[in-house]
Structures are given as C-alpha cells and as structure tokens.
C-alpha cells in the first residue's frame, strides 16, 4: 500500500467508521431486526429500517411508544418499519395514538404491509417535522382503510405524501389546510370515489373542536404531482380541481371514469402533462395551453377533438386504443409534437393535414393496428426528423 491508498482508507474510515464508534460511546444499539445507519446528509442522526413481524415486537395486536424503548428518538431522522405477516393470516393492528412520541425530529416515516383499518386520529400530532409520509400495504383484507379528518393537523411541513395498495376510500378533507407546503400526493391503487384531493370552500364545513366550524378555503398552492390512478373514479366535476393551482402532472389512468366536465381543469393553468388513459371517456374538457404530455389512450374518442387539436405547446399525444377514423375534423395545430400514438384506432388512410405542422420535429410516428391498407412513400417526404415509424399488421408501402 503506496501513501496515496493509505491517505484514502483512512479519509473513508473518518467518514464511515466514526459514526458508528459514536452510536457505540452514546450506548445506542441498533435494535434487532433493524439497520441503523447515519444520514448522509447529517452523520448525527440516523436512518432506522426494521423487518418485523407483528407478533414478535408485543404479545397482544397493540403497538405502544414501548417498542421503540430501545431507539434513539430525537436522533432518528427515518423510520423505516416493514411487516413480513401474511395479510391473509394477520389480525388488524391497533396503533397507539402516541406510539411515535418522543420522535420530534423525525422527517421521514415508511410503513409497509402492517396491516390496519384505522389510525388514531393523533398518531402523527407530534411529529411536527415530518417531511415525507409513505404508507404502503397496510390494508386488512377486503376491508378499507380510514384517516381521520385531522389525521395531518400538526403536521404543517409535510411535502410529500404517499398511500398506496392500502384501500383508502377517502382523504382527510382538511389536507390541504394542514399541509400548505405539500407538493407531491399520491394516493393511486385504491378504493377511492372521487378525484378531490380535501374539502372545498364552496360546500364543505370542517368540526375541528366541538362548538367551533372551520371552513377550509386554501388553494393548494406547492402541489406539482397529484396520483389518482387505479381507483374507482367515475366522474370529475368542474369544482374537484378547483385547489390545484400549481399542479403540473394529474395522473388519472386506471379508473372508471365516464364523464369530464367541460371546465374541470379551468384552475390548472400551469399543468404539463395529463395521464386519463384506460377510462371510458367520450369527451374532454377544455385544456390549458401549457399542456406538453397528453395520454388519453384505451377511450372512447370517435374523433381528436379541437380541446386537444388546439393545444400550441404539446410534445407528446397518444390516443391509441380509440375509435377515431380519418373523418376527424380538427389538424392539430402544434408546431412541436414530437411523439404521436395513432396506433389501434380505425384510420384507412392518414389525412395529408392531420399533423403537418409539426412536420419538421417529429420524430415518432406510431400507426400500427389500424386499417391502413397502402401509404404514398411521398407522405413522408417532409418529415426530416422521423426516427420510427411503425406501421404494423396489413400495411403495404406504394412507391
């Protein structure tokens, strides 16, 4: 070993060895079952992940703060907690409404397949600095998972929050008004019935003590991401985005949804890229012009109607799987599309005008499973930029 390989083990023993030398002089031992390594970001404080079973951390069904008598709580800054039970075979857990106190400076919280059907309405009251919230799995069997109205009321620095595969029906109506700063919401893979993120101003009242009605009128004004698919959406109303001011991706893909309202994205001025694909959609509402991303593929369209023909900024549309023909009316105004799925609808030929704005940027081209028996090679003589065309099942070229 030259002193070159000496000076750079010994600079990774400083930074990787030494906290675990002070984990050791603080009398902290990891607990069994668990991974206890410092923050990257900040070597005092550590990222805590266990593998339990339900039943081997307490004799009964009830988690209390006392299973966590072993750990370091203000120095823990992740919580990391995975249940290895069979969901088929587990009872449901009953959390204790102060089963995290004492972790004042935890940011990020990780639950997975510990299965519940409810949470006490203050389990996360004292984690005032909680950052992150990913919930995953938790559900019982066949039974849904309820939050209560002020489930994230002190949680006020909250910005990212997820719960998925856990059968949730419904979201705290007051969110929002507890969680100014939240910028991501996913919430896909459940049993929800409506695409409104919490309570709006217009017709909702919120009990937050006996004898007092707070009414929540917030916008959600940091909210980029909001995940909706694969739930049991039927329908959007002109007023269940009326909080999403900022959004910039609404993924609605996966669900049932029939019907839009013609002004339901009327208060998403800045959104970027829609997902509405694997619906029964016949009809879209009006779209803002900052859309880029459009996926409406597996509908119901007949025709591209002018709310997406219109669009000046888009980069990428597909409206595959629908039932649109070369009779559709509108060209498609954009002038920067560079990706189109035209693939599985009902064209017999490529109207000469459908896209020709957009003639010198793009680049994929994806018309297969349609009725295209023949195509001039002349149509193509504009498109400098095409990379991929695909024009699969009962396609002949005519040169």
């Not at 002193?3 to 930074?15: H, K, Q």
């Not at 959406?233 to 959004?247: E, G, K």
């Not at 029939?258 to 879209?284: D, F, M, P, W, Y």
Request: hydrophobic share 40%; net charge neutral.
């Amino acid at each position: 070993m030259n002193i070159t390989d000496f000076y750079i083990l010994f600079i990774l023993l400083y930074y990787y060895v030494q906290p675990v030398v002070n984990i050791r002089t603080n009398h902290f031992e990891c607990p069994k079952r668990c991974t206890c390594i410092p923050d990257v970001a900040e070597p005092d404080r550590f990222v805590i992940s266990c593998k339990w079973s339900s039943t081997t951390i307490t004799s009964t069904n009830k988690w209390k703060q006392q299973i966590f008598a072993q750990f370091p709580l203000n120095s823990t800054k992740t919580l990391s907690i995975e249940c290895d039970d069979d969901s088929s075979s587990i009872t449901s857990i009953i959390f204790d409404e102060n089963l995290f106190h004492g972790f004042k400076n935890l940011q990020n919280l990780r639950i997975q397949k510990c299965r519940t059907n409810t949470f006490p309405n203050s389990l996360l009251h004292q984690l005032t600095n909680l950052r992150s919230v990913y919930f995953n799995q938790l559900n019982v069997a066949n039974e849904k998972l309820i939050l209560p109205n002020e489930f994230f009321r002190n949680n006020k620095r909250l910005e990212k929050l997820t719960i998925v595969n856990c059968n949730l029906e419904t979201l705290p109506d007051s969110l929002i008004c507890d969680n100014p700063y939240i910028q991501v919401v996913n919430v896909s893979h459940n049993w929800l019935q409506t695409a409104r993120l919490s309570a709006n101003s217009d017709d909702v009242n919120i009990d937050n003590n006996a004898g007092s009605i707070f009414k929540c009128n917030k916008k959600a004004e940091q909210l980029i991401i909001f995940d909706l698919s694969y739930n049991h959406i039927r329908s959007i109303d002109d007023n269940d985005f009326i909080q999403l001011v900022a959004i910039r991706q609404l993924l609605l893909a996966n669900n049932q949804i029939t019907v839009i309202s013609r002004n339901a994205l009327k208060a998403c001025s800045l959104l970027q890229q829609l997902h509405v694909g694997n619906n029964s959609i016949e009809e879209l509402p009006v779209m803002p012009e900052t859309l880029i991303h459009l996926d409406i593929a597996w509908n119901r369209l007949s025709i591209i109607p002018s709310t997406i023909a219109n669009l000046p900024n888009l980069l990428f549309l597909n409206i595959s799987g629908n039932g649109i023909d070369a009779n559709t009316p509108f060209p498609i105004i954009s002038s920067t599309l560079q990706t189109i799925d035209l693939s599985r609808n009902r064209f017999e030929f490529i109207p000469q005008n459908l896209f020709t704005n957009s003639a010198q940027q793009l680049k994929h081209l994806l018309l297969s499973y349609n009725r295209i028996t023949q195509l001039e090679t002349l149509f193509f003589q504009n498109y400098t930029n095409l990379l991929i065309v695909s024009l699969m099942l009962f396609f002949v070229f005519v040169f």
